[in-house]
């Protein structure tokens, strides 16, 4: 069966590691492992979605600013249309 009386299936063992190395790793240095461990369940969900919607806000602006600059490259390197004008002719050297 694999099941403890007290204690996590091995699936649900890597989804609260996976969660507190996020929180860890994202936390820029605000949360320890321990502190993280520690946490109460409902703490550290919430503090899991915070993080996960604030890079997921950072990952569409970055794809808005990429499809923004991919368009306006495109604009910039067509040429404009200028006629140039051959009218003048260079003074003669002495």
């Known amino acids: 069966m694999g099941l403890t009386f007290f204690g996590l299936t091995p699936e649900h063992r890597l989804g609260v590691f996976s969660q507190i190395h996020e929180i860890v790793y994202h936390g820029n240095g605000g949360y320890s492992w321990s502190d993280v461990y520690d946490m109460p369940i409902w703490l550290r969900k919430f503090t899991f979605r915070k993080i996960q919607d604030y890079i997921d806000k950072q990952n569409e602006e970055i794809e808005k600013q990429r499809n923004k600059s991919t368009n ?11 006629k140039p004008d051959y009218s003048f002719r260079a003074s003669p050297q002495k």
């Open 72 to 82: 306006t490259t495109k604009a910039e390197i067509s040429r404009p249309a200028i």
